[in-house]
């Protein structure tokens, strides 16, 4: 990893419409769900099922309003009681729909790029293990930590999740970039001290500051400006 050049400006910081110093980027954390794979037929079918299941008349969109933050922190914004149950259902429901996630285009190519160009990738995710698990598989990339709400900390928007992601990695707040979709995603990325890019593909729209905003997975590739890649065929 290395570090950042005393006459290199800083890399933006929780989100802002700067430039992005490659040279002090080094770690790259992603959101899991609108970042690298689509979800969101699997989400609508689980969510449908739990309205079935405990006669909820909640829309799909209220729920999707929320995503990025644990699964209780979303019924409680919602107002909904019982959330475990709920919980359970959503989880089984999700579990028998997975087949219709799919990754979204240039994914894997990109993070082979970059973990071919020595950055160090991680995921924090507000998606259980469990169901984390088999989608990052799918991708068959190395990612050397995977934070999900199974393990201590506070859900995002707090910064804890991120954070503790650095730990794992030995890595420093500024020499990281946080990836997601969600203005949850760019709350944690500021308090965490963390550059911050949104995912214009993705399910939420970004908070002021405005951030740089990537318009394609392979955009990614033009805003790290990692070099000899960018003139292969990912761009």
């Not at 989880?91 to 894997?108: E, I, P, Y």
């Not at 934070?147 to 954070?163: F, H, M, S, Y």
């Not at 965490?192 to 905003?213: C, Q």
Request: aromatic share 6%; with cysteine.
């Amino acid at each position: 990893m290395s570090s950042r050049p005393t006459s290199s400006p800083a890399p933006t910081s929780g989100g802002t419409g700067r430039g992005l110093d490659a040279d002090a980027v080094r770690v790259l954390l992603l959101d899991l769900d609108g970042v690298l794979v689509d979800t969101r037929p699997v989400m609508k079918r689980a969510w449908r099922q739990v309205c079935e299941d405990h006669g909820l008349d909640v829309p799909f969109g209220e729920y999707e309003r929320h995503l990025g933050r644990p699964f209780a922190d979303i019924m409680q914004q919602l107002g909904l009681a019982d959330a475990e149950p709920i919980h359970q259902t959503y989880s089984k429901a999700s579990t028998a729909a997975s087949h219709l996630a799919r990754q979204f285009d240039g994914v894997m190519e990109v993070l082979h790029a970059f973990a071919a160009a020595d950055w160090r990738l991680g995921i924090v995710t507000s998606k259980p293990l469990a169901r984390a698990t088999p989608l990052l598989a799918q991708l068959g990339v190395p990612f050397a930590t995977v934070r999900t709400p199974n393990g201590i900390g506070r859900g995002k928007p707090a910064p804890d999740p991120i954070l503790l992601a650095l730990i794992d990695l030995g890595a420093d707040p500024a020499d990281a970039l946080y990836v997601g979709d969600m203005a949850v995603d760019q709350e944690a990325a500021r308090r965490a001290g963390v550059s911050y890019v949104h995912a214009g593909w993705g399910y939420g729209t970004p908070s002021s500051p405005a951030p740089v905003v990537a318009e394609s997975p392979k955009d990614l590739l033009r805003l790290m400006d990692t070099g000899p890649i960018l003139e292969g065929s990912l761009v």
